[in-house]
């Protein structure tokens, strides 16, 4: 299942049969899809405000019923492709089209999410760490129940544009250095992890 959005262009660079869902429905799909042929690996490849807001529903619920899906969410914190407004996943004092003097809420963090509402697998990478996210997406494929692998990911077109966030590059950078894996992480005073983000499996049960 590919989503609508910024994730939409990643079904030209597979080679495998992709279903294009409405809008926020690609879990819904996967769903029925995965119950009429229990013996296919479904993967849902969607971006953060297709998953979280018009699909957000669709989201708990699968993980709740930990329906063998595998999700790749891809997260770059805007709608990137509709006009640069604020997803569920922009961070809090973050500029968007629709909040120019800083966004006043607080983000989703996917991960928690679904770990609440029961994924059995849920992991996380940059599109930095190329090795670490490989090695999770296989992980997660190979996993028999929900799987989420939430995937943060550059747009500086939008997001880094409104946030000066510098070009794709530079994005990568910051990617790189607020990133921090889960098994430095316990080592790590929470001064230290004020404003980083964990990568790595996170959550397998």
Same mark, same amino acid.
């Given at each position: 299942m590919n989503g609508i959005g910024c994730s939409g262009r990643? *079904?030209?660079? &597979?080679d495998f049969d992709v279903l294009k869902g409405t809008h926020g429905r690609a879990i819904a799909f996967a769903?029925?899809?995965k119950l009429f042929r229990p013996e296919l690996t479904v993967i849902v490849m969607a971006g953060d405000g297709?998953? &979280?807001?018009?699909? +957000?529903?669709?989201?708990?619920?699968?993980? #709740? #019923?930990?329906?063998?899906?595998?999700?790749?969410?891809?997260?770059?914190?805007?709608?990137?492709?509709?006009?640069?407004?604020?997803?569920?996943?922009?961070?809090?004092?973050?500029?968007?089209?629709?909040?120019?003097?800083g966004y006043n809420e607080r983000a989703f963090d996917a991960c928690k999410l679904a770990e609440a509402a029961g994924a059995s697998y849920v992991a996380r990478a940059t599109s930095y760490h190329v090795q670490l996210l490989t090695k999770i997406t296989c992980d997660a494929i190979l996993h028999? +129940?929900?799987?989420?692998?939430?995937?943060?990911?550059?747009?500086?077109?939008?997001?880094? #544009?409104?946030?000066?966030?510098?070009? *794709?590059y530079d994005m990568l950078v910051w990617e790189k250095d607020n990133a921090v894996r889960i098994e430095q992480s316990a080592n790590m005073l929470p001064e230290e992890l004020a404003d980083k983000f964990l990568i790595g499996e996170l959550v397998k049960r």
């Open positions: 990643t *079904a030209a660079y &597979l769903t029925g899809i297709d998953t &979280l807001a018009i699909g +957000g529903n669709h989201f708990i619920h699968a993980a #709740r #019923r930990n329906v063998d899906i595998k999700v790749i969410l891809f997260n770059n914190f805007i709608y990137g492709m509709t006009g640069g407004q604020v997803s569920p996943t922009t961070p809090a004092g973050a500029k968007a089209s629709t909040a120019p003097e028999k +129940g929900f799987a989420l692998v939430e995937v943060i990911t550059q747009c500086p077109e939008q997001y880094g #544009r409104w946030n000066k966030s510098g070009d *794709a």
